[in-house]
């Protein structure tokens, strides 16, 4: 349990960007970045951090997986913490990188300071900075998606709620299913096409259901994924990250998925 604290004290945090949000969406990067300085926090971002090693890591490649997490390991052990806008990577550094190397002592010591350090970045904002944000999101029906891995690894669920309640202007509706897997899975949404698409048009229905015009969420692969199947489906929910809403950054960029909507009706 860790102790909550004021943002009295600067802590020294490590910002661990991931790949999707670097090579997908950096509004994500950009608005963590706001939030953690805003909470007073003196962030880095080192340059040599790479993938947390899931996608290896998920298709049986403990090799390389581990590879992967020494590097990450290394890179971010001079910060105080460690904190990252999706529950799916920090799941991986958290929970699985102290079982990459169960039988390595020195790097199983190492990893599960690693472990102890890395915080998703809600549960890092409410559960260590006991911090209040201030900035009123848009107005509007808005509904939430729990990604599995922060939801049944680490336990994020109360902890976006709280900071978007404290932040006011919104009018969050729970959906029945708020809770259910979208269907992405990371691999498993291209080793098993049929079954991923029946699972987030559930999902999407679910959605349609609370009449939200907004669907907000911590994790960027689910986010990705269930705004692609929106499109697809010509159906006009906007899709965002909590982090851009709280931080203001959803007033000067598009929602998830309406760049490629954009060039398609230019083109």
């Not at 978007?164 to 809770?179: M, N, R, T, Y």
């Not at 705004?227 to 929910?237: F, K, N, V």
Request: aromatic fraction near 6%.
């Amino acid at each position: 349990m860790v102790e909550s604290k004021t943002h009295d004290t600067k802590f020294r945090v490590g910002l661990f960007v991931t790949c999707l949000v670097d090579l997908m969406r950096p509004a994500v990067g950009h608005a963590t970045l706001k939030l953690l300085e805003d909470a007073g926090c003196d962030v880095g971002i080192p340059v040599t951090q790479t993938c947390c090693g899931q996608p290896a890591y998920n298709a049986g490649d403990a090799k390389d997986a581990r590879t992967i997490a020494a590097q990450v390991i290394e890179t971010f052990e001079p910060f105080e913490y460690v904190v990252t806008p999706s529950g799916s990577c920090a799941s991986m550094l958290k929970i699985h990188y102290p079982n990459l190397f169960k039988n390595e002592i020195d790097w199983k010591s190492r990893a599960e300071n690693l472990a102890a350090k890395t915080f998703e970045l809600s549960s890092f904002l409410t559960d260590v900075l006991n911090q209040k944000i201030f900035h009123a999101p848009c107005s509007g029906k808005t509904t939430y998606h729990d990604g599995c891995s922060g939801l049944r690894e680490l336990g994020i669920k109360r902890q976006p709620r709280v900071l978007l309640e404290q932040a006011g202007g919104i009018e969050l509706v729970e959906a029945k299913e708020a809770e259910s897997c979208c269907g992405f899975g990371g691999l498993f949404c291209v080793k098993h096409a049929d079954v991923s698409t029946h699972i987030v048009d559930a999902k999407i229905d679910d959605i349609q259901k609370t009449g939200a015009g907004l669907l907000l969420g911590g994790d960027l692969g689910c986010l990705l994924n269930i705004a692609g199947r929106l499109h697809r489906r010509g159906i006009d929910i906007q899709v965002r990250h909590f982090a851009e809403v709280l931080s203001g950054h959803d007033q000067t960029v598009p929602a998830i998925g309406a760049e490629e909507q954009t060039k398609e009706t230019s083109s």
